[in-house]
């Protein structure tokens, strides 16, 4: 005889409307409740006969914006954006700051959960099982910001972030420079990582060394960041005449450079591969990659919405190309 929702909730001692939300993946169940019911289905071998998936139906009008970190312009600018959009639709926008921590990622996309918000747009989900576990039936629509994650079912909207290392560097050394040195984001980040490896790509196509000391990093892409990390450019051997740089650390660099009487771009070129209101303004305006974050933030919401109508429609992989913004941060090089 086949195993029933009867048979799981005696095997668990749950209810058989908790064995019920866990199976079709509709209403928010304790992780506790979840494992037992998994563990039960995976002994017992139960069949579960697939209906088409639907969110609930009495959802609030709050959406979870959730993000690791606001410490530069552009995460603060999009948070903005996302905001201004989701209320043009009449709904309630709530940031959650997890500061990258797994255990507060966790408990806001819980919450979002039990109480049945509208839907989620995130910039960060990390890999622990916990999490991983949650997702596997979320009861609200997802939609992920600025990294695509290939291995979950997740409508994902970013920039080619490769692209970005790949043509920042390309168009330095269009400009003359063959000693470049990338500074970016932390190493852990995988924004960066897709950013330094375009960027590392980039120059071994051009026959270009890439030695590892100049490839520098910060744990934040903040302003004084920027300011700090001087010193370490201009120790690296050979002392390079352009840089690769991200975010608002970018006119924080400059600054410095000047500050210490090393002339941008006499002396050093820099393109950023992010644009933002410090780098369009700094002491000497830096070209830097552009995308169009107004239409990336609107199309998140749409997504979200649409995800929301038709839960079971194949999942979005939309990806935003840059493009440069010519300033007067470099300099071509006499060959």
Known sequence: MATTLKDIAQATGLSISTVSRVVSG??????????????AIAELGYQHHKRNRRFPDDSSDQVLVLIGGVSNSVSS??????????????????VGLTHFSADREYAYLSMAAERHFFGVITFTIGSSDKTARLLRHYPCPLVMLERYLPMKRIDCLHADYYKIGFDCAT??????????????????????????????????????????????????????????????????????????????????????????????????????????????????????????DAQMCSDAVKTLFKRRRQPDAPFTHTYYDPEIRERASVMTLQR
Do not use: W
């Open 77 to 94: 600018s999009r948070v903005e954006l996302l905001c201004d959009k989701l209320v043009q639709r009449r709904k309630q926008p709530l």
């Open 26 to 39: 509709k209403g928010y169940v304790s992780e506790e409740a979840r494992q037992k019911t998994e563990q």
């Open 171 to 292: 168009y330095l050394i269009e400009h003359g420079h063959t000693r470049i040195a990338f500074v970016g984001g932390s190493s852990t980040s995988t924004i960066t990582q897709d950013k330094s490896l375009g960027f590392a790509d980039c120059m071994h196509a051009h026959g270009l060394d890439v030695p590892e000391s100049h490839l520098l990093h910060l744990e934040r892409s903040s302003y004084m960041s920027g300011v700090d990390i001087v010193d370490r450019i201009l120790e690296l051997k050979p002392r390079p005449t352009a840089l690769v740089t991200s975010n608002d650390a970018s006119a924080g660099i400059v600054h410095e450079l000047m500050r210490r009487g090393i002339r941008v771009p006499q002396n050093m070129s820099v393109i950023s591969g992010e644009d933002t209101p410090l780098t369009q303004n700094a002491q000497v305006p830096i070209t830097s990659m552009s995308i169009d």
